[in-house]
């Protein structure tokens, strides 16, 4: 059981379990909390994870945990950890099975009061062309040639065979594309999950959501992203589907072999890995890459049909019916990337399992309208709770290894929440607050239940403290089509 | 040992059963139950089929997730579920599983997979007893 006073206090919102907590953690473990998130996050075995993540061969500097943290398996969900190449391993179950879960945001000109008469109409419209739902098949049969194109090729595949705009490509994570990603280090069941899945939103706490933008923080870079208070946006949150976590499975199964060849001692199984130079490592990070891709291509195709959907719902109804795009993040993904560590430029692979990528002003791979403010981040908050977009910062460079929060965080079970919340009766809430919901299961809707999640605006709060993120945009629900 | 036991418990955001068994073929049987539950799959009316599985792991836990991971990869690609089975092993590292498959009518949760988090499988008094922890 690890106590508040097993911590020490770094800064207001960062405290610190040092290495002499247990004799065999390599890194320190840093949270980015305030008292009442920090009290929460020790009524679960969320720190707990981390220190056995701080186990992993390879790490630099310390682990991170960020404010949205919750128990996860092997990692906590909202845990940040950098492990040093050549030779720091590489973990899957440190990334997740959804592998590149993510949100990505669309713009609009479209005033909310414009579409309130059209809502229930467009709501209903995107549930029948957003495929949702337990197994349920996309709108695109692959061939195992096109899937094997979309591992390598990612959202760039959807920009030639029609589903995308150069601009959507552009602001994406990565260019929506990441290097390095082999199809022939990826089963033929993940193949076989795959090919039918594309375009598809899945079930659990995946969502398409219309929302409107609430309150501008940040008007120079809202401008920039197109988001204007009073207008509707956009929010997809989903990621690779059977592909991904079939991957995942298969490697945390073949990597149980190799942390004994590498004599690599762990507290859990789950935290199982291999160095990034080893073959068993390389084939791991090529095939994740492969998944990564995969998700981009699925959110890319699924705002494919949301754009067909605006245009039949709303046409001759707003002067103006069209989606752009602000930015796709994802929050579940191991990255190659270059970071300062002790004063010195290294390249590290970051695990980030329920954490987004945030990083500030300058970066290269932004498009030039983002260059001089940093990277868009999105932060979904519970259903009928407030979003968030806010920007990536040069304190997230220096104390998370460019990475922030990626939600609100769990407190409760789906066990309790079902036991707590009926969904007909939340529907029935949300629907008179004015809140469209679309769900195939209410059992399913009571257990995302805004009772089940923290606070988003404090966890938001605390990011910002902290200077990991700078506040751009609260957007608000008008309709939730929920997996 | 009074019926299959499993029971749900609770987990912050994934699901995770504890699951007892009189041996390991037992424990097997009750966390395949115990798994369909969890994802309230419904059997449509109708023709079934018989079907064996085969797996093999290198020891009692890695055969469990891998058991169980065969079954979803089966409910997610071919749209069944399960409605007997008969299970056979060999050591703790060989399965042989008669199986009664029948079409999805109906499914509440999709499990995305069967994780190794603190997976151990324990003696207790009467038999055997472990908790699978599921990503959802």
Request: proline share 5%; charged share 25%.
């Amino acid at each position: 059981m690890i106590h508040k006073q097993d911590f020490r206090k770094l800064g207001p919102v960062l405290w610190e379990i040092p290495t002499s907590y247990r004799h065999d953690m390599r890194v320190p473990v840093r949270i980015i909390a305030d008292d009442r998130i920090l009290e929460a996050a020790l009524s679960d075995k969320s720190i707990l994870q981390a220190v056995n993540a701080s186990t992993l061969p390879g790490l630099v500097s310390h682990i991170i945990v960020m404010p949205d943290v919750h128990q996860g398996y092997g990692f906590p969900i909202g845990g940040v950890a950098a492990t040093r190449l050549p030779h720091g391993v590489i973990s899957p179950g440190g990334i997740g099975y959804d592998i590149n879960c993510g949100v990505r945001l669309l713009s609009s000109r479209i005033p909310a009061k414009a579409v309130e008469p059209h809502l229930d109409d467009l709501a209903s419209a995107l549930y029948a062309n957003c495929p949702s739902g337990v197994g349920v098949k996309g709108s695109i049969r692959l061939s195992v040639k096109q899937l094997d194109q979309i591992c390598r090729q990612g959202a760039v595949w959807t920009l030639k065979n029609g589903y995308a705009r150069e601009e959507d490509v552009e602001r994406t994570e990565g260019g929506g594309c990441i290097e390095g990603a082999d199809p022939a280090h990826v089963s033929d069941r993940a193949k076989q999950r795959g090919r039918p899945q594309l375009g598809s939103l899945g079930a659990g706490n995946h969502f398409i959501e219309v929302d409107f933008v609430e309150q501008v923080f940040h008007p120079e870079a809202a401008q920039a992203m197109g988001l204007e208070e009073g207008m509707i946006a956009l929010q997809i949150h989903c990621g690779s589907r059977g592909f991904g976590h079939q991957i995942c499975s298969d490697y945390v199964r073949e990597l149980q072999g190799a942390v004994k060849r590498y004599q690599i001692q762990l507290p859990d199984r789950e935290l199982v890995c291999a160095p990034l130079n080893s073959p068993e490592g390389k084939r791991y990070l090529s095939a994740m890459t492969c998944a990564a891709n995969y998700a981009f291509a699925n959110r890319q195709v699924l705002v494919h049909h949301a754009r067909r959907t605006f245009e039949q719902t709303l046409a001759g109804k707003v002067s103006d019916w069209e989606l752009h795009q602000v930015y796709d993040i994802a929050h579940n993904i191991g990255k190659i990337e270059e970071h300062v560590v002790d004063g010195e430029k290294v390249r590290v692979c970051v695990h980030r399992k329920g954490a987004t990528r945030a990083f500030g002003p300058g970066f290269e791979e932004l498009p030039d309208e983002y260059q001089e403010l940093g990277q868009p981040v999105l932060v979904p908050g519970s259903m009928a709770t407030s979003s968030w977009v806010l920007l990536g910062t040069e304190g997230s460079m220096a104390l998370s290894f460019g990475s922030t929060c990626h939600g609100a965080g769990r407190t409760m079970s789906r066990k309790r929440a079902k036991r707590t919340v009926r969904g007909d009766q939340l529907r029935e809430r949300m629907e008179s607050k004015g809140i469209h919901v679309r769900a195939r299961s209410m059992p399913g809707l009571a257990e995302e239940a805004p009772q089940a999640y923290k606070d988003v605006d404090a966890v938001i709060e605390v990011v910002v403290r902290a200077g990991i993120a700078k506040k751009v945009a609260r957007l608000r629900p008008m309709a939730v089509i929920k997996g | 040992m009074k019926g299959p036991y499993f029971e749900e418990i609770e987990h912050t955001a994934d699901q995770a059963l504890r699951v007892r068994g009189t041996d390991f073929k037992e424990l097997l049987h009750n966390a395949a139950l115990g798994m369909l539950e969890l994802t309230g799959a419904i059997p449509r009316s109708g023709p079934s089929r018989d079907r064996e599985i085969e797996v093999q792991a290198p020891d009692r836990e890695g055969l469990l997730v891998t058991w169980l991971e065969e079954l979803l990869f089966s409910m997610e690609t071919r749209g069944v579920t399960y409605t007997k089975f008969e299970l056979h092993i060999t050591g703790d590292t060989h399965l042989v599983a008669k199986v009664q498959e029948t079409p999805i009518a109906a499914i509440t949760r999709h499990i995305k997979a069967v994780t190794y988090h603190d997976l151990e499988i324990e003696k207790i008094v009467d038999g055997l007893e472990t908790t699978v922890v599921f990503d959802v």
